[in-house]
């Protein structure tokens, strides 16, 4: 288990851990995004924002309000279909 939070620690761990969704899950997409998108090179890399609509509609189905209240800041997002219309983000 990686404790250091150096970039090279983060970039080994997050290797490691797609290697093994890779591994678990043969054939699925991996998307990184947020601010260690930069860390692992290869994957799909897409804007936060877009992946909390893309991933909120996917998973429940529907259109409509998210609100991500995270550990630096606070989103709300709409979505229509999976795609961002607007946004909000208060720090």
């Known amino acids: 288990m990686f404790m250091e939070k150096t ?12 290697h093994e969704m890779q591994t678990a899950y043969a054939g699925a997409e991996i998307v990184s995004c947020g601010y260690g998108k930069r860390n692992v090179i290869g994957l799909k890399k ?3 924002l877009t992946a909390l609509a893309k991933g909120c509609y996917f998973a429940a189905g529907y259109e409509g309000i998210v609100m991500d209240i995270g550990g630096q800041d606070t989103k709300i997002i709409w979505q229509e279909k999976g795609r961002l219309r607007e946004f909000f983000c208060q720090r």
């Open 46 to 48: 897409v804007n936060e």
């Open 7 to 18: 970039p090279v620690r983060q970039k080994e761990y997050f290797c490691k851990k797609i």
